[in-house]
């Protein structure tokens, strides 16, 4: 199989050349009403995700980052207050319990990349007010353990679910499983706006509304202020393009769940580690990761090939310069550390070609076979 074409990593314009034609109208028909701050927009796509997300509530913000912060504000994380995570995730995980003053607890990973529910009992102290698994590229962390374990201590659960819209554990959805469920709407997400964006899922009443006046000053109404919030609205327009694009959401995982079944079977697995899905999982495919011997030298050749690759992410978190006052070092977190040597994100997109895919794989296994 060979391509004279580039391969991107995401192919952003390919999703606007298919949508323009029905997209554009929308979003005429936005900037015509004058109305761009809430309203109607945002309150359905408001109803739509909590019905996606079988929960009650959800509530448009203007990134992930500002639904995990204000999801951890919302359980009543304070100051001084421990909250266990792993360190593999996107810096947003970790920044969000800092700039609560609150302090983050790493613990490492399975094979699969996702939180090891077997340490997380021994990172709980006095201190520790809450869990946070990331569902990392698209696939749900073993919540049942981690149930579990929220049950025993009573400590709450907040899901850092920005890649796994629309992903399952047991026929349950990402974002259902906790206090709070945090998702970003960013423009490489399976639900991407076309800017920056996110919501927080929740069934707790008291937190939907005590989110939703945060997220607008903690106004009440125009003239009083319950409490000192800030300003993290998602704008009328995003709603409108996200309103748009959860139609097509369902057309786009199996698109990109049968990419990844077609990576699974042309990949040489004696060369490329590739975790597999259990049972009670519902794969969306945020990103494809295997994991690889001579993971620098693979990308390399790849990117003369044309192939466009990620890698999410090869520092982890503890080991950032920004996480030196955490106290952590290299080897506290041996399988996250091995793993961001090994680690390598391949197209998954939706738009991709068969042909494109088959290049890739090919790509990969003759860079091992010679």
């Known amino acids: 199989m ?103 607890v790493f613990v490492d990973v399975c094979d699969d990349q996702n939180i090891d529910p077997g340490k997380i009992e021994k990172a709980i102290t006095k201190k520790t007010k809450a869990i946070m698994p990331v569902h990392l590229t698209g696939r749900v962390a073993s919540m049942d353990e981690i149930l579990r374990i929220s049950e025993k201590y009573s400590i709450p659960i907040i899901e850092d679910a920005a890649q796994s819209i629309g992903s399952k554990w047991s026929g349950r959805t990402s974002g259902s499983f906790g206090a709070v469920g945090c998702f970003s709407t960013h423009p490489l997400k399976n639900l991407n706006a076309c800017g920056d964006g996110g919501f927080l899922t929740t069934n707790d009443e008291k937190i939907y509304q005590n989110v939703s006046r945060y997220r607008n000053h903690g106004l009440v109404d125009r003239n009083t202020v319950e409490f000192f919030g800030l300003v993290s609205r998602m704008d009328a327009l995003q709603a409108g393009i996200l309103n748009f694009r959860i139609g097509k959401l369902p057309e786009l995982i199996q698109a990109r769940r049968a990419n990844a079944e077609a990576y699974k079977k042309l990949l040489d697995r004696n060369f490329v580690y590739i975790p597999e899905d259990k049972p009670e999982e519902f794969n969306t495919f945020h990103t494809f990761v295997i994991q ?26 503890h080991l950032q310069p920004a996480s030196r006052s955490l106290g952590y070092k290299a080897g506290d977190f041996p399988v996250v550390e091995e793993q961001s040597r090994r680690i390598l994100t391949l197209p998954i997109h939706q738009f991709l070609k068969r042909e494109e895919l088959e290049f890739v794989a090919e790509s990969v296994n003759k860079f091992y076979k010679g």
């Open 2 to 104: 060979k391509t004279t074409n580039k391969v991107p990593y995401v192919n952003l314009s390919r999703q606007w050349e298919t949508e323009k034609q029905e997209l554009l109208p929308v979003i005429e028909s936005i900037l015509g009403s004058g109305n761009y701050i809430g309203g109607d927009q945002v309150s359905k796509f408001e109803e739509s995700v909590a019905k996606l997300c079988g929960v009650k509530y959800a509530v448009a913000l203007n990134s992930g980052t500002d639904a995990l912060m204000s999801g951890l504000a919302a359980i009543g994380v304070r100051p001084g207050d421990e909250v266990i995570t792993p360190p593999n995730s996107f810096i947003a995980s970790t920044a969000a319990v800092v700039h609560l003053k609150a302090v983050p």
């Open 292 to 317: 690889v011997d001579k993971r620098d030298e693979l990308k390399n050749r790849l990117a003369e090939l044309g192939v466009e690759t990620s890698i999410h992410y090869p520092i982890p978190i």
